[in-house]
């Protein structure tokens, strides 16, 4: 999924009707699980290439424009005559989430098909960001191009969104066992199992199937399960100026370490920075570190990790 952006700063509070608040700058950058944790990618210095589909207008040219400029393959991005692109307003109150405005655009319009031209040749990691927002990505087709991945050798992680309540347990019961990183925040998990506590979210995916499930829980770092670690993990102390991206830059920190043989634990630290870094700045791409900035934080941090008792 990819999108345009609209951000404002840090605000002192939502306006009131009639009212004008007036900022030094709005912003307006590319978005959506794909762009940003491509973008992300780009800044640590791995391949990458996008499937998704645009409009053909203004917005839709400006993303394959920042794609590219930040060195993104944009071959498979499909222009679509008959929706705009995809575009989501971000507006951001001091000491509050995030408030957001979307529309689905051409995005409503991707179809599992979309992305057979870009796995002619298995890539090594399979990342799929916003499933369950895509009205036409359905869950059987979504989960036999996993399973093509899987089967050359290559990885696959699935991230999602979860526009309000719906039913999201049926498509994921199709996909996650074809999923070797499953990584909703608690928030969304919440959303589709009716249950809060994060350890058992995490169960509940892993029931499901997928082989690893990592719920992450923003400043309250993050519970991982698998087969051989179940854990909590804190976050990395960062000045937080906007949230825009910080799970899609998580994501690309992980695959970063699953492309480097890295163990899970070592994955999850350095995702965990790389997402820790995102929200330093306004905008999912800004503030993503370059990785020789990742190493060097990580050579002056580290994370508490506590094991977990999981019935």
Request: hydrophobic letters at 40%; a negative charge; one cysteine or more.
């Amino acid at each position: 999924m990819v999108l345009v952006d609209h951000l404002t700063p840090p605000i002192s509070h939502m306006p009131k009707p009639g009212e004008l608040i007036a900022v030094d700058q709005l912003y307006l950058n590319i978005g959506g699980g794909a762009a940003n944790t491509s973008m992300a990618l780009g800044r640590l210095g791995v391949p990458v290439s996008v499937s998704a589909r645009i409009g053909d207008d203004a917005f839709g040219r400006f993303i394959v424009e920042s794609l590219q400029s930040g060195g993104v393959g944009t071959d498979d991005i499909k222009i679509d005559p008959e929706r705009e692109t995809s575009q989501t307003l971000i507006v951001n109150v001091q000491d509050e989430d995030r408030r957001f405005i979307h529309t689905l655009g051409a995005n409503r319009g991707y179809v599992p098909a979309d992305m057979d031209a870009a796995l002619a040749v298995p890539p090594k990691v399979l990342h799929i960001g916003y499933f369950l927002i895509l009205p036409q990505l359905d869950g059987e087709g979504l989960a036999k191009r996993f399973a093509k991945v899987q089967q050359a050798g290559g990885h696959t992680i699935l991230d999602v969104v979860t526009p309000g309540p719906g039913d999201y347990i049926e498509p994921l019961r199709k996909v996650l066992p074809y999923t070797d990183v499953f990584v909703p925040n608690t928030d969304e998990a919440a959303l589709i199992l009716g249950e809060h506590d994060p350890i058992r979210q995490a169960r509940a995916f892993r029931d499901m199937g997928a082989r690893r499930v990592v719920v992450t829980m923003g400043d309250r770092g993050l519970v991982s399960l698998s087969n051989d670690n179940e854990v909590r993990m804190g976050s990395f102390p960062v000045t937080f100026v906007d949230g825009t991206g910080g799970g899609d830059a998580f994501n690309a920190g992980y695959i970063v370490g699953l492309l480097e043989g890295k163990s899970e634990l070592d994955c999850l630290t350095l995702a965990s920075a790389v997402g820790a870094s995102c929200v330093r700045q306004v905008g999912a791409t800004p503030g993503v570190f370059r990785r020789h900035e990742a190493d060097e934080f990580l050579a002056r941090h580290s994370l508490p990790i506590d094991s977990l008792a999981v019935s």
